[in-house]
């Protein structure tokens, strides 16, 4: 008989045959899986430090690090000055005018503080008129208007603004244009009935400052010239009174230049302090004007009533000039040793960038890219025993 007769006869051969060549599959257990799925925290990538000769790599390496070294010593430690600690405090003012100007013309006439200021001193602003438009003898009633302007007497109708308006009638004005009747002081002011005076002197008019500034963050200092008397003159060191004129030529325009319209002018007093031994203080002015060049400028009225018998009257007062808004700021400079620990750590970041740089080049542009990764990257054996 055959061995495969005899294979085919006893059927118990053949399935131990079978059951040696099939594995049995076991199902993992969620621990496995769990375990498989933890098994990057038993890898641990350490850096490897390897010399490449390629000038390539040298070039871009040098390049990249002097280029992040300038960039923290120029712009982080020298334009931007990060190391420093610096505080801003708003601090008072007083400001004074001081001197006077005259009206030319056939009534000369000097113009005081007192008269160019009638409503009083202000203590953080001033005004310096240049220009004044004076109308005498003004009476409460029924004239020609010439802001109302029109054309037609359908232009002025009294529903439109009620109580201003007077009547559908549209009338020639003394400046040869037209206008709407309403209730006000006549005469309006016009070249007519009105009178021009150009005040001369007035840009030579002394502005006095006196201020007081409190540190109490950075420094703990305070500045105060309240009790001063002294008057140091621009463009003296430390300089507390101004000329108007040489104000309003750091805004970039001539007094002469704004004589008819006026002007609003800032003006601010900056204390710089440093700190050191002395803490020494600089003092600087900063002006800038509010108002727009080809705007309408600054006016101010005020009239002066009387009585002549049982009628009222009163003078009117226009007053074109230049206003000055005053405010102090005090600025407080020192060197900030966490500032400085801040910066030094963030240099220290910013080079390692430079060997970033050169990586990315090494492995991802160069085309022996390939050659580079294996010498860079090596994985180890398991040394991980079984679990």
């Not at 496995?32 to 890898?43: A, E, I, V, Y």
């Not at 420094?219 to 104000?247: F, M």
Request: aromatic residues 10%; glycine residues 6%.
């Amino acid at each position: 008989m055959s061995e495969r007769d005899e294979d085919e006869e006893n059927p118990l051969n053949n399935g131990e045959m079978r059951d040696e060549d099939e594995e049995e599959v076991v199902p993992r257990t969620r621990w496995q899986r769990f375990k498989d799925f933890m098994s990057f925290l038993k890898d641990y990538q350490t850096s490897k430090d390897v010399s490449i000769k390629d000038r390539r790599l040298g070039y871009i390496y040098k390049i990249s690090f002097v280029v992040i070294l300038l960039y923290l010593i120029i712009v982080v430690f020298l334009i931007n000055k990060q190391y420093l600690d610096i505080e801003k405090v708003n601090g008072d003012i007083y400001v004074t005018l001081i001197g006077s100007a005259r009206s030319t013309g056939d009534n000369e006439y000097v113009w005081d503080i007192t008269e160019e200021n009638p409503w009083g001193h202000e203590t953080v602003s001033a005004f310096v008129p240049s220009k004044v438009i004076i109308t005498k003898k003004q009476t409460y009633g029924l004239c020609v208007d010439p802001l109302l302007y029109c054309e037609t007497d359908d232009d002025c109708d009294p529903i439109d603004l009620p109580n201003v308006i007077e009547g559908n009638h549209c009338q020639d004005t003394s400046e040869g244009t037209k206008g709407c009747g309403s209730w006000k002081w006549c005469p309006p002011e016009n070249n007519d009935t009105s009178v021009i005076y150009y005040l001369e002197g007035a840009s030579h008019q002394i502005l006095w400052a006196r201020w007081k500034v409190e540190f109490d963050m950075v420094g703990s200092t305070t500045k105060d010239t309240y009790s001063t008397d002294d008057i140091e003159l621009y463009p003296g060191p430390n300089s507390n009174a101004w000329e108007v004129n040489d104000i309003t030529l750091l805004t970039g325009s001539n007094f002469s230049d704004i004589t008819d319209k006026g002007a609003v002018i800032q003006v601010s007093v900056v204390v710089l302090c440093v700190a050191n031994p002395f803490e020494d203080c600089n003092t600087h002015m900063q002006a800038r004007r509010l108002d727009e060049v080809d705007g309408g400028g600054y006016s101010i009225q005020y009239a002066h009533y009387y009585r002549e018998g049982d009628t009222l009257y009163r003078d009117l007062y226009h007053m074109k000039g230049v206003r000055f808004l005053f405010d102090s700021l005090g600025v407080y400079i020192g060197i900030s040793l966490y500032k400085i620990v801040l910066q030094i750590s963030s240099a220290l970041g910013l080079l390692i960038a430079a060997s970033a740089i050169t990586d990315g080049v090494m492995l991802s542009l160069l085309k022996e890219k390939s050659h580079f990764r294996m010498l860079k990257v090596k994985e180890s054996q398991d040394f991980n025993e079984d679990d």
